[in-house]
T-cell receptor
Framework: AQSVTQLDSQVPVFEEAPVELRCNYS??????LFWYVQYPNQGLQLLLK??????LVKGINGFEAEFNKSQTSFHLRKPSVHISDTAEYFC?????????????FGAGTRLAVHP | DADVTQTPRNRITKTGKRIMLECSQT?????MYWYRQDPGLGLRLIYY???????NKGEISDGYSVSRQAQAKFSLSLESAIPNQTALYFC???????????????FGDGTRLSIL
């Protein structure tokens, strides 16, 4: 079985400051890792995903994430945030074998960017 | 037009009523999913379907049923709604091609359901 822990439920930050949203997972099998973003009154959109290879993954809107196998972490970072980045962010894992891409979500981190 | 369309977007109803939430997609994906989102709990899987003839329970299927009327349509029903089913409901789709476990899921904009 897999589980995902997002260590911060809310992260307030000022515009143009850097931000890190933390995600840890547990799994008895190898997994794929995803970050999704949910803007107000919208569904989830894929930000980035880690499948294999380079542990640093770049996504849309200037976000990147680093997979750390020994720490079982997949933290999301952005060097300089904008007001428009205010949203809820979800980390998710999917076992890389089996019949379907079952996604296990974390509880979410609400990022609030202040001017 | 949205690739994954959910109707209605908002619904308020009373305890005991039967409710159907509908989802249609134009992405041509075989796989479709229903989730519910509750504050502080993230998204939890209710049902998923690989194709029209393949429907499976997720982690919280009690009190819900689904119907896959066509490849593009997947509806969720609450046979007798209760207040703790008040939540935001999402439909999602994904491709079933090679490496299907790493295919991202594509979400609709959600249905906000309130049961009084």
């Amino acid at each position: 079985a897999q589980s995902v822990t997002q260590l911060d439920s809310q992260v307030p930050v000022f515009e143009e400051a850097p931000v890190e949203l933390r995600c840890n997972y547990s799994s008895s099998v190898s997994v794929y890792l995803f970050w999704y973003v949910q803007y107000p009154n919208q569904g989830l959109q894929l930000l980035l995903k880690y499948l294999s290879g380079s542990t640093l993954v770049k996504g849309i809107n200037g976000f990147e994430a680093e997979f750390n196998k020994s720490q079982t972490s997949f933290h999301l970072r952005k060097p300089s945030v904008h007001i428009s980045d205010t949203a809820e962010y979800f980390c998710a894992v999917s076992p890389n074998s089996g019949g379907y891409n079952k996604l296990i979500f974390g509880a979410g981190t609400r990022l609030a960017v202040h001017p | 037009d949205a690739d994954v369309t959910q109707t209605p977007r908002n619904r308020i109803t009373k305890t005991g009523k039967r409710i159907m939430l509908e989802c249609s997609q134009t992405k041509g994906h075989d796989r479709m999913y229903w989730y519910r989102q509750d504050p502080g709990l993230g998204l939890r899987l209710i049902y998923y379907s690989f194709d029209v003839k393949d429907i499976n329970k997720g982690e919280i299927s009690d009190g819900y049923s689904v119907s896959r009327q066509a490849q593009a349509k997947f509806s969720l029903s609450l046979e007798s709604a209760i207040p703790n089913q008040t939540a935001l409901y999402f439909c999602a789709t994904s491709d079933s091609g090679t490496g299907s476990n790493n295919q991202p899921q594509h979400f609709g904009d959600g249905t906000r359901l309130s049961i009084l």
